[in-house]
C-alpha cells in the first residue's frame, strides 16, 4: 500500500467536490509527506487561480476530507490541511504489509527496462572510476525488478578498438618469446601498461600494433584468436569483482561493442538512406542543430572515420537501435559518468533523427561525478595511476576485518571472515549510494566505516540488535500471531514510517537517486531505536508486547528489504 497515493487520491476527490478544477494535478504537484505526518498542500494556489479565500477553501476541503473518520483533520498556516493518521487506521494498514515479503510495495504494471551499467573497458582492469556505475545502476536493476519489470542488464563493455593493438602486440611478441601468456595476463594492468610503454619508445613496435589494430578489424585469424584470449581473461577479472561486489551481473549480460560489428555497415547504409550522411574531412557525421563544438562551429557526430573505422558514436548508435528495434525497450537507462553528457546527447539525437526511437520510448542518461580523495583531487595512486577495484575491495574487508576483531574478539575466525566481507563491501557501496548522484563525493574509509552515523555498518548493525530481542527469548519473529495495538506516539511515529517504504521506493526510481533510500533507512532505524528506549518489549504486558514485537520484526524486515535493493547483504549476529 502506498500511503501517500492513497492520501493524495482522497485530497483530490475532496478538492474536486469543493470545486477545484484539476485537482489530481494539483496534488501530484504539491503534496508532501512529511516526517510523521502528511499536509494536504496545493490549497493556497488553486484558491489565488480562483480568487476565492484559501483558508475557506481549506475548509471546504476539510469537510469534504471529514467523512473519513480514520483521518484527523485541521486547517493550519495559511491554508493547508494537517492530516494525521488515526492508530486504529495504522493498525489496519501494518496489518496488511505483515508477513508479506512486499512491504507494502505494489507490483508495477511491467515495462522493460534496459539498465546500461558498468562497462568497463576490457583493456585495463576495474578501476575506482567503475565503482559508481556499478554500484548505482545494479541498485536500480535490483529494484525495477523488485517492482516487477523486465529488466535488461546491459554491460556495454569496450572491447574493440584501437587500444587492443598495442596488446595485441604486445601478447604476440612474448608468445614469439616462447612465454607463457597465460601466466602473463595475470596482472592485466600491469600488463597493459608494459605494452603501452612499448608502443610509446619503440618505433617498430608502435608500427606492429597499428598494422594489429588493421589485421583485427579484417578478421585476421591470428589476431583474432589473441584477442580472443586476451578478452577472456579481461571478463574473467571483471566477474570475480562482481561478485566480490554482489553485483547481480553475470557473463550473459554483456553485450560488447564488438557484438554490433556485423551491424555497422547496415547502420552507415540506412543513415545514407535517410539522408542524414555527410561526408567530410574522408569521414562520414551527421550533423545537427543544436551541437556546436569549439569556436561555435557545428559538431559532427563522426559515424565512419576516413580510414573506414568506426568510432564510439557508431556502437553506441548500434546499441541504441537494438535496444529500441529489437528489444523494444520502454525506457533505457544509461548509468554513465557526466562526462560523458554531450556524446550521449549526441547519440541519443542522432538516433531520434533516424527514427530509431520511437515516441513511446525513453532514453535516459543519468550521470555521476568523480569519486575524489580528501583533498578534493582524483582518486588515483601516488604516481597518477586509477586506484585498482580489487585492491579496494580487499582494503575494506581488511579494514572491517579489523574493526570486528576489536568489537568482538571472541568469534571464531571463519564468523569474523564473513562479517568483515558483509560489512566491508557494504560500507563501500553505501558510502557511494548515500550520496547524491550527481555530485563528487569524497572516499572516506573512516566515515563509511563507522558504526555510528549514516552508513552501512550502522543499519547492519541495528539490524542485527531487532534480531537479538528475537533471539533472547527463542521467539520465530514470522510466527508470531497478534494485533497491532497503537497507543504511544513512539509506536505511532515507527507506524508512520513503515508504511513510507512504499512511497520512498517510489521515490528512488524518479530519478534513480539512492539516497532516498539511504536516508529514508537511516531515519527509520533512528525512530526505531527511540521506540526501542520508550517502549519496553520483552517485559511488555499484553497487547502491547505482541504488537511491540510485530513492530519490531517489520523494522528488521523492511531494514534488509532496504538494503537488499542496494544490493548489501545483513547477518544475524556482529
Ligand atoms: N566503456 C565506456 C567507458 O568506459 C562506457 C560505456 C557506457 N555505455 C555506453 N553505452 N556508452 O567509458
Not at 489 to 496: G, H, Q
Amino acid at each position: 500500500m502506498n500511503l501517500k497515493q492513497l492520501l493524495d487520491d482522497r485530497v483530490a476527490v475532496a478538492m474536486t467536490a469543493a470545486g477545484v478544477a484539476d485537482a489530481k494535478a494539483i496534488v501530484k504537484q504539491a503534496q508532501k509527506s512529511e516526517f510523521g505526518h502528511y499536509q494536504a498542500n496545493g490549497i493556497m494556489g488553486a484558491a489565488k487561480r480562483q480568487k476565492s479565500n484559501p483558508r475557506e477553501l481549506a475548509g471546504k476541503v476539510l469537510k469534504q476530507l471529514g467523512d473519513d473518520m480514520d483521518l484527523q483533520l485541521e486547517v493550519a498556516g495559511p491554508g493547508f490541511i494537517n492530516i494525521t493518521l488515526s492508530p486504529d487506521f495504522l493498525a489496519g494498514a501494518l496489518k496488511k504489509l505483515q508477513h508479506s515479503h512486499r512491504l507494502g510495495i505494489e507490483e508495477a504494471e511491467e515495462k522493460v527496462v534496459v539498465v546500461d551499467y558498468s562497462a568497463p573497458n576490457l583493456a585495463k582492469e576495474m578501476h575506482i572510476g567503475h565503482l559508481r556505475s556499478t554500484t548505482i545502476g545494479d541498485t536500480a536493476v535490483r529494484i525495477l525488478e523488485f517492482l516487477g519489470h523486465a529488466v535488461v542488464r546491459a554491460n556495454h563493455v569496450g572491447d574493440w578498438g584501437a587500444q587492443f593493438g598495442s596488446l595485441l602486440a604486445y601478447m604476440d611478441q612474448l608468445a614469439s618469446q616462447g612465454e607463457e601468456l597465460s601466466s602473463e595476463l595475470k596482472d592485466l594492468e600491469k600488463f597493459y601498461q608494459s605494452a603501452s610503454a612499448l608502443f610509446r619508445s619503440d618505433e617498430a613496435f608502435a608500427i606492429k600494433a597499428r598494422s594489429f589494430v588493421v589485421r583485427l578489424q579484417g578478421g585476421d585469424e591470428r589476431c583474432l584468436a589473441l584477442w580472443e584470449e586476451f578478452i577472456t581473461e579481461s571478463k574473467r577479472h571483471c566477474q570475480a569483482v562482481y561478485d566480490q561486489l554482489n553485483i547481480t551481473l553475470t557473463a550473459n549480460d554483456i553485450r560488447a561493442e564488438s557484438a554490433y560489428n556485423d551491424e555497422l555497415p547496415v547502420l552507415v547504409n540506412e543513415l545514407e538512406e535517410k539522408q542524414l550522411l555527410v561526408e567530410s574531412e574522408g569521414a562520414k557525421c551527421v550533423f545537427l542543430d543544436g551541437f556546436k563544438g569549439k569556436d561555435d562551429k557545428p559538431l559532427p557526430a563522426i559515424i565512419q572515420k576516413s580510414d573506414g573505422g568506426y568510432p564510439y558514436m557508431a556502437t553506441d548508435l548500434a546499441a541504441v537501435r537494438y535496444r529500441a528495434g529489437t528489444l523494444k525497450a520502454h525506457e533505457v537507462l544509461y548509468f554513465v559518468g557526466t562526462q560523458q553528457q554531450l556524446h550521449l546527447r549526441q547519440v541519443f539525437a542522432v538516433a531520434a533523427a533516424a527514427g530509431y526511437i520511437g515516441g513511446h520510448q525513453r532514453f535516459r542518461h543519468l550521470p555521476f561525478g568523480w569519486v575524489l580523495k580528501a583533498d578534493n583531487t582524483p582518486f588515483k595512486t601516488r604516481d597518477g595511476a586509477d586506484v585498482k577495484l580489487v585492491d579496494v575491495l580487499n582494503e575494506a574487508v581488511d579494514r572491517a576485518h579489523r574493526l570486528v576483531n576489536e568489537k568482538n574478539p571472541d568469534l571464531s575466525l571463519e564468523e569474523k571472515k564473513n562479517i568483515a566481507k558483509v560489512v566491508g563491501i557494504g560500507a563501500i557501496k553505501y558510502a557511494e549510494l548515500s550520496k547524491n548522484r550527481t555530485t563528487d563525493y569524497i572516499f572516506d574509509w573512516d566515515t563509511m566505516l563507522s558504526f555510528e552515523g549514516n552508513t552501512a555498518p550502522y543499519l547492519q548493525y541495528a539490524y542485527t540488535r531487532i534480531q537479538s530481542i528475537f533471539r533472547r527469548e527463542n521467539i520465530l519473529a514470522t510466527e508470531i500471531k497478534g494485533k497491532f495495538h497503537l497507543t504511544d506516539p513512539a509506536e505511532l511515529r515507527l507506524a508512520v514510517k513503515l508504511l513510507q517504504f512504499s512511497e520512498t521506493i517510489n521515490a528512488v526510481i524518479e530519478d534513480y537517486q539512492a539516497n532516498i533510500l539511504c536516508n529514508y533507512l537511516f531515519e527509520l532505524a533512528g525512530i526505531f531505536m527511540s521506540f526501542y528506549e520508550a517502549c519496553p518489549v520483552l517485559k511488555a504486558s499484553e497487547p502491547h508486547r505482541t504488537s511491540r514485537l510485530l513492530l519490531c520484526h517489520l523494522t528488521a524486515s523492511t531494514l534488509q528489504k532496504g538494503l537488499d535493493l542496494l544490493g548489501i547483504e545483513t547477518i544475524e549476529q556482529m
